[in-house]
Structures are given as C-alpha cells and as structure tokens.
C-alpha cells in the first residue's frame, strides 16, 4: 500500500511542479505578493539542484537552512519554547585606537559601522577612524581604514601608502573622494559579477563638500578590497545614516537609521529602513520600513526619551533566511546619565522586513561587552553593530563596536571607540527545546516530555539532498515529512522516520532515513515534522538549526 502511494506521488511530480510554476507568475503578477523575487523563473530548473520556499518566494542553490529562531520557516509548535543563546564576549577588544601614535587617524577611536569578512588567505576589516581636529579643539569623523589578521583576532593595520595624513604616507587609509567626514562601511566580496573590477563593492557614509548634500551612502568598487573607484554622490538622494550592506536574492540592500514621519505625520524616532537596488547601480528612492519600534501616542522624536532603533539593522544573509542585531537605543542624550544601547536579534526572510524572536530580547548585553571606563567618570556603554556576522568553521562571530557616551564638548582624552567580538556555536543563535516540566500543576495536554514543530513548505532539488541537524541530544528527535497539507508520507513517517545520529557537540549530526530517499519527494511541497521527546530523566533535546545540502 506504501508503494502505490507513492507511486502516485511521483506520477504527480511533474502536474504538480507545472501548476507551481504557473501559479508563482500569476502570484508575481498580482498585488497579493509582498516578497521580492529574484526572478519570475527562479527554481524552474526542474529543482535540480535547488531549494524553494514557496511562502517567501525565495530560492537558493545548493544550501539552505531551517533555523529554529526563524518563525516564519517553522510557523507551528506545541510543547516547546525559545531558548535565546547568549553569547560569549571577549573582554579585550581585538581592535583599539592607536593611543600610542597622536599622528594616526585612529588615535581617538576605532569605531566599528564597518566589516569583517574572512576571504581567501585572510580576514579583512574596514572601519572608520576619529582623530582631533587640526586646531584640537573637536574631532574628526573619518576616514575610512583598513585591517587584517590571519585568525580575526590578532589584527595589524598595514601600512597602505594612499593618503597623505598628519605628514606622512605611512598609515592604513583607504583613499576615497574628499569629505567632510565619514561614517560607516560596508562592504560585501560580490562573487557573482562578471566584471572582476567590482568583485568588492562598498556602501560608506559621506558628509559631502557640496552645500546642500545631505549625508547618506556613497558606493565604491574594487577589485582587491584595498584601490577603490568612487561611484556618484548621493545615489539615494535623501538621508541614511546606515548599519549593513548586504546581497541577498539577487537585490542589494542598504539597512539603516531614519527619522522617517510616524503616524499622523509627525516626526517619528530613529527606526530601521531599508534601501534596495537590482544592480548597485541604480537605488529607488522609495524605502520600506525594515523594523520598527512602538512609537509613544505623543511626545515621539529624536530626542524624546523613550528606546528607537539605533543605526538600522546589522544584517548577514545565509541563504535562504538572514539573521541581524539592531541597536536598542535607550535615547537619554548624550554625556554621563545619558543614552545606553544594548544589542536585540531579528531575522527576515526578504531582507527587507525582520522580526524579533522574542521581543525586546537584549542579546548582547553592554554590561557584558562594556567600553573601558575612564578615570573618575562613569560613562555609559553603546554597542553598534555593522557587518559583522560571519561563520568561521564551528564558530559563528559577532564583531561589533562599544564606545563610551561622552558629551559633544568632552575633552577628546575620554573618547573612546574600540571593536569588540562575540561568539557562539556555529548557528546557535537560539534553540526550541521542550518546556520545562511543570512541577505541581497540571500537564499540558501532550505531556511535558514530548514536543513538536512543524515547519513551512518546501520545494527540495530533484537531485535529492541530505539533511544534517544541529542539536543538543540530538538522538531524542526524529523527523518526518507531510504533503503541504499535513498528511505525514508513510515511506517518511511512523516507523520511517528519519533517525539521528548524536554526536559530540551536536553541530552536525547525520540524518538517516531507513525506507525513503529524499529525491522521491522532489518538486512538491512538502513539510517537515520535528517531533522532540525526553528519552531519560537527564536529556534534554535542543533543535538550533537544520541543515539541507544539495547532492
């Protein structure tokens, strides 16, 4: 009886994936879509080796992932509740300014609304620098500088031989068009265009010399990360102040701070828009609200007290989902007693839209990542964050910069700005995990040892994938597949569930499936059912991500 079953399925596979195709233009070419796609024929290749998502409309080759702080992959739970990670901060900062050079462009701060990425031979940085004003009464914002390390914790700033600065060419700027100022940079290696001149592609902040420019993103390319061309000024044509700069299906998206009008028209807070362009080229100018706060009913602005999101989202794409931190901006003003900012975590699915897991969630704590204090004072902490999400084997990093909160006329001795890096196990951004036994109350109505969570639909490549789960006692969950209507498959469910294999820190556990082989189900909608349960009196199973790679 399995086999006929399935034996229908698959004589179902190709109506099914002909309607689906139909089905995603008409939905592209009605109002109802709320999604960007990168193409109107994206995953038509059969699936063959790609992953579709039909409720996001996103598609991605190869690899794709299910991670459990991702509510609109797995929409659907009973018995199980978040457990938010927290991550692991270095006490010492791994990039400081340069206190011991009054010449170098650093010298009062090291600020990062900038980037790492881990490239070929190396880790890179680009951040930007303060120094004293030439008659030493203020500070500079800017330029733009340059880092780089052979692990992303030892960092040496390379003399570059660009710029002219305080008398000498010996200094690790990076040499752009002359401002006023700059703030952050953003920058993403573009390993999909053709033109090997722009396989490094920058989003940076400029205070233009021209009157009447107002300050927003300047783009540059490169074709090392280190020689860059300039594009046109203000491509945006209004203000940003930003946080990332990211690629994801195909678009290119600029994340960051507005003071944008709240509702009735009035002057809102700081809250996160996002900007986009289809080639890097050419940017809309129309924005769309990336994440907001709840505005008060009066009394909303810059400099109203009360928490704003603080320089956008600092966003990184990992496939088919991106994960970013935001700035929890407690707005007191500056100077002592004044503004805090901790960092929250959000996800999206289009990049242009994210949400928090847990609301009002503080991640990353400043009390946890502090900027060094300063004789006699006690300043307050703000965290930022930029682009600085990366994987680095079994470890995902979080660079992120910490300065103190002193006023606008502090002397420039108690500046201080300095790049910070938090770490977790790879992906453990949170997990779902059963909720804890309810000692003298009633058991919910499974029973508090077994748990379940069911995720959104997917299309799976017709070559077949594997399935790797990263979890803590990973041998207490089992997974079965459903048709997009909830009726579990028999050759993937019951007793021909996948199993798991438990393996030391649970990063990547193998999955194996005893009947079925995944590339039967290909090209429909399918959904995956995790079903979590307490074996012993001391496990305690704990899904963080699930992992699809393509054969």
């Known amino acids: 009886m399995h086999r006929i079953y399935d034996y229908i399925v698959l004589c179902l596979q190709y109506i099914f994936r ?19 796609t990168g193409s109107v024929f994206a995953g038509t290749d059969s699936f063959g080796t790609e992953f579709f998502f039909p409720a996001t409309g996103i598609s991605v080759k190869n690899k794709a992932v299910l991670l459990a702080i991702d509510e609109l992959s797995l929409p659907l739970k009973n018995n199980v509740c978040f457990y938010i990670s927290k991550p692991r901060v270095r006490t010492d900062a791994v990039l400081k300014p340069s206190r011991n050079d009054p010449n ?3 010298y009062l701060g090291a600020f990062f609304y900038g980037t790492v990425i881990q490239d070929v031979d190396s880790f890179k940085m680009w951040y930007y620098a303060i120094h004293p004003s030439a008659d030493k009464t203020g500070i500079v914002q800017g330029p733009i500088c340059y880092a780089i390390s052979a692990d992303g914790i030892n960092w040496t700033k390379p003399s570059l031989g660009q710029v002219f600065f305080n008398g000498s060419r010996k200094n690790n700027i990076i040499a752009l068009p002359h401002t006023k100022g700059t703030e952050g940079v953003t920058v993403i290696k573009d390993i999909d265009d053709p033109d090997p001149n722009r396989l490094y592609k920058m989003a940076y902040n400029e205070w233009s010399t021209r009157p009447g420019v107002c300050f927003t993103i300047r783009t540059a390319v490169s074709a090392d990360g280190l020689k860059w061309k300039p594009g046109p000024e203000c491509p945006l044509g209004s203000f940003i102040e930003h946080a990332s700069f990211y690629k994801y299906n195909n678009y290119y998206f600029v994340n960051g701070q507005t ?4 509702e009735g028209g009035d002057w809102g807070g700081r809250q996160a828009f996002v900007r986009l362009s289809p080639d890097f080229d050419h ?8 994440f907001l706060l709840p505005e008060p009913a009066s009394g909303r602005g810059i400099n109203k007290n009360y928490r704003q999101v603080h320089l956008g ?15 929890m901006w407690d707005q007191a003003g500056f100077g002592l007693g004044g ?7 959000v996800v999206s699915n289009d990049g242009i839209h994210f949400r928090e897991p847990v609301p009002g969630h503080v991640f990353i704590s400043r009390l946890n990542s502090p900027a060094p204090a300063f004789p006699g004072k006690a300043y307050s902490t703000i965290l930022c964050q930029s682009n600085g999400i990366i ?3 079994d470890e995902t990093r979080i660079y992120h910069g910490r300065w103190r909160n002193v006023a606008s006329d502090a002397p420039c001795d108690q500046i201080w700005g300095e790049i910070a890096l938090a770490t977790l196990s790879r992906d453990r951004w949170g997990a779902l995990g059963l909720v804890p036994p309810l000692k003298g109350h009633p058991a919910t109505a499974s029973g508090t040892s077994e748990g379940a969570i069911w995720s959104a639909p997917i299309i799976l490549p017709r070559q077949g994938c594997e399935l790797i789960l990263n979890a803590d006692d990973a041998d207490c969950i089992e997974i079965e597949i459903a048709d997009d209507r909830f009726n579990l498959l028999p050759r993937f469910s019951g007793g021909n569930s996948a199993k798991t294999k438990k393996i030391k820190g649970g990063l990547d556990c193998p999955i194996f499936w005893p009947a079925g082989k995944l590339a039967e189900i290909s090209g429909v909608p399918v959904r995956l059912k995790l079903n979590l349960k307490r074996k012993t009196a001391s496990s305690e199973p704990r899904f963080f991500a699930l992992y699809f790679n393509s054969k």
């Open 391 to 393: 994987n680095v084997g």
């Open 259 to 262: 003071y944008d009008r709240s």
């Open 339 to 345: 503004t805090v900012c901790d960092l929250g975590i």
């Open 104 to 106: 170098a462009p650093d």
């Open 313 to 327: 989202i600092g966003a990184a794409p990992f496939g088919n989902v991106l994960v970013g931190l935001y700035g």
């Open 18 to 36: 002909m309607l689906f195709i139909k089905t995603k233009i008409l939905c592209l070419l009605c109002c109802g879509c709320t999604y960007l």
């Open 283 to 290: 940017w809309l100018k129309e924005s769309a609200p990336s």
